[in-house]
C-alpha cells in the first residue's frame, strides 16, 4: 500500500509519459495505454462539456461515452492518424461534434428548427453510422485546429505581434472590441485595425485565403459552413 | 476562411489548449488498493497530520510564553534592592490596601537576573494575582528564596532574591534552619524589625527572578490582609494568594525576638 499516482498501472507506472507517448501505444493497440489517455484527458473534456451544457450531468455522460467510443473505434480501425493531429485535439473535435449532434437533435425533437448547423457526423457518433470519411473529416477538423494552435503558440514565426495575438485569442474567448480596448488601453479602431491584421497573418500561415470561406487546406469545411450550404 | 470561421478555430486552439494542459498536469495523488486498504490507510494519514498539527501549535504556543526560559540561574545570592540607603519610607504608592505594606522608595538595584522577567503584579502597589499558570510536566522545578525586609512601621524596606536548591528536595523537607542559612549577602537595611524569608520552589517561570517581580511578589504578600502579625504563619495566606498556581512556598519570620517557622503552602 503506498500512495501513487492516479494514472499509474500496469501498462504505465511512470506518470511522465507523455500523451504522444500514449497515443503511440493505443495505437499498437494497448487497451492500457488507451485507459491513461482516457483518464488523462476525460476529466478536463467532461469539465468543458458540463460547462457547456450548464452542469447537466446525465447529457454530458452519453456524450463522453459517444466520444470515447468513437476515438477508440478510430484509433482500433486505423483511422486516426496520430502525425496529422495530436489525441487531445481529434478527442476534443470529436467531443465538440458530439455536442453540435447533441444541440441538433434536442431542437429537432421539440420541434424548435430543422436543424442546428455544425455537424459532420452526427450519425456516426450516433452509431447510425460509421463511415471513413467521418472520421476523416474529424481528422481535418483536428488537424486545422491543430494548426491554428502552433501558429498562435509560434506566433512570432507566422509575424503575430503580441498585441495582435493577444486581441485575436481575447475575441476568440468572447470578449467584445470595445472591453477589450478598455483593456489594453487602445482605441476600439486600434482593436478593430490588428484583429485584421491578424487574421490576414493567420489566413497566410494556413495557407488560406479569405476568399475561400471556411475551407481548410485539407479540404475540410467548417461544421457550420456545411448545414449552411 | 471567412473571419467567423477564424474566430471560431481560434477559440477551438485555445480550449485544446487548455484540455491540454489539464491532461499534461500532474494528476492528483490517490491511494491505490482495496477500499478497506485505503482507509485505512487514509485514517493513518489522517492521525499523522492531525499529531502534526497539534504538535505545531503546542511548539507555538511554548515558543510564546509556556518554554521554559534559557537563561542560566545565577550561581550565587542575587540581590534584588528595593530600598534607598536613607531608609525613606514617605510617599506611599497608591492603591495599597493598607498601611502594612510600605511604599518602595526610588530603588537602587545590584541584581543579576536569573530569567526574563515574569508577569508582575502591580508595582504600583495595587494587589494584583500573578498569573496563575499550571505547571509543565517534566519541567524541572526551580527555587528561589526572598528576603523581604520590614520597617518599624511594618512597611516594606528592601528585597533580597537569591537562588538556592535544596538538594532536590521538596520544600516540606526543608528545615526552618536551612532557610535561615541561605546567604543573601550584606542586608540591604541595617537592623530590620523583622525579615520575612520565603522560599518558593515551582517552575523556572513562576518564580521570581527579576526586580520587578520580586518587589511586586513582596508587596503583594505585605498588603494582603491578615489576622495576625510578627508571626510567620500570619504571611502563609497571603504568600499563597500571590504566587502563581503550582508554587510550593515556605516561609520563616525572624523578628527582633528571635525565628519563628512557618509551615509550606500549600
Known amino acids: 500500500m503506498r500512495p501513487v499516482s492516479s494514472d499509474s498501472n500496469s501498462a504505465d507506472p511512470n506518470r511522465s509519459v507523455t500523451l504522444a507517448e500514449l497515443t503511440r501505444r493505443a495505437c499498437q493497440g494497448e487497451h492500457a495505454a488507451f485507459e491513461q489517455i482516457h483518464h488523462r484527458v476525460g476529466t478536463g473534456l467532461r469539465r468543458m462539456l458540463l460547462a457547456r451544457s450548464g452542469g447537466r450531468d446525465e447529457q454530458v455522460e452519453e456524450i463522453c461515452q459517444q466520444v470515447w467510443t468513437a476515438v477508440w473505434k478510430a484509433i482500433a480501425e486505423g483511422k486516426y492518424d496520430p502525425s496529422r493531429s495530436a489525441i487531445t485535439t481529434f478527442t476534443y473535435a470529436v467531443a465538440n461534434n458530439a455536442w453540435v449532434t447533441h444541440l441538433r437533435r434536442f431542437a429537432r425533437d421539440r420541434g424548435f428548427v430543422d436543424g442546428l448547423p455544425g455537424t459532420v457526423s452526427a450519425d456516426a457518433l450516433a452509431g447510425e453510422s460509421t463511415g471513413e470519411a467521418s472520421v476523416d473529416e474529424l481528422m481535418a477538423e483536428a488537424e486545422l485546429v491543430d494548426r491554428v494552435r502552433v501558429c498562435l503558440q509560434d506566433h512570432a514565426a507566422a509575424g503575430l505581434t503580441d498585441l495582435e495575438r493577444a486581441i485575436v485569442s481575447a475575441i476568440a474567448a468572447g470578449e467584445g472590441d470595445r472591453a477589450l480596448a478598455r483593456r489594453l488601453g487602445v482605441s476600439s479602431s486600434t482593436v478593430n485595425v490588428r484583429k485584421h491584421a491578424a487574421y490576414a497573418k493567420i489566413r497566410a500561415f494556413l495557407g488560406v485565403s479569405g476568399d475561400t470561406p471556411n475551407e481548410g487546406p485539407t479540404g475540410a469545411k467548417s461544421l457550420d459552413e456545411r448545414s449552411d450550404a | ?266
Open chain 2, 1 to 266: 476562411m471567412n473571419d467567423r470561421r477564424l474566430n471560431e478555430l481560434i477559440r477551438m486552439a485555445g480550449e485544446v489548449s487548455a484540455l491540454e494542459r489539464s491532461a499534461e498536469a500532474l494528476p492528483a495523488l490517490r491511494l491505490s488498493g482495496t477500499p478497506a486498504q485505503t482507509r485505512v490507510v487514509r485514517r493513518r494519514w489522517i492521525g499523522l497530520l492531525s499529531a502534526a498539527a497539534a504538535l505545531s501549535i503546542a511548539g507555538i504556543g511554548a515558543w510564546y510564553g509556556l518554554a521554559p526560559s534559557t537563561s542560566t540561574v545565577a550561581p550565587g545570592p542575587v540581590v534584588v534592592d528595593g530600598s534607598n540607603p536613607s531608609g525613606h519610607t514617605s510617599g506611599q504608592t497608591s492603591g495599597q490596601t493598607s498601611g502594612q505594606a510600605g511604599d518602595l522608595p526610588k530603588s537602587y538595584v545590584r541584581h543579576q537576573p536569573l530569567s526574563p522577567a515574569l508577569p508582575v503584579p502591580g508595582v504600583d502597589g495595587a494587589v494584583v494575582r500573578t498569573v496563575q499558570n499550571t505547571p509543565i510536566p517534566g519541567t524541572p522545578d526551580e527555587s528561589v528564596v526572598m528576603a523581604i525586609y520590614r520597617d518599624n512601621a511594618g512597611g516594606l524596606r528592601c528585597v533580597q532574591l537569591a537562588a538556592h536548591t535544596w538538594a532536590n528536595r521538596c520544600l516540606p523537607d526543608v528545615q526552618p534552619s536551612e532557610l535561615r542559612d541561605v546567604r543573601f549577602g550584606v542586608p540591604c537595611v541595617k537592623e530590620p524589625k523583622e525579615t520575612l524569608l520565603i522560599a518558593l520552589a515551582g517552575p523556572r517561570r513562576s518564580l521570581p527572578t527579576s526586580e520587578a517581580g520580586a518587589v511586586a511578589l513582596a508587596k503583594c504578600i505585605l498588603s494582603m490582609p491578615r489576622g495576625c502579625d510578627g508571626e510567620a504563619s500570619c504571611f502563609s495566606g497571603p504568600a499563597s494568594q500571590c504566587v502563581p498556581a503550582g508554587v510550593s512556598v515556605k516561609i520563616e519570620a525572624v523578628a527582633d525576638r528571635g525565628w519563628s517557622s512557618d509551615r509550606t503552602v500549600p
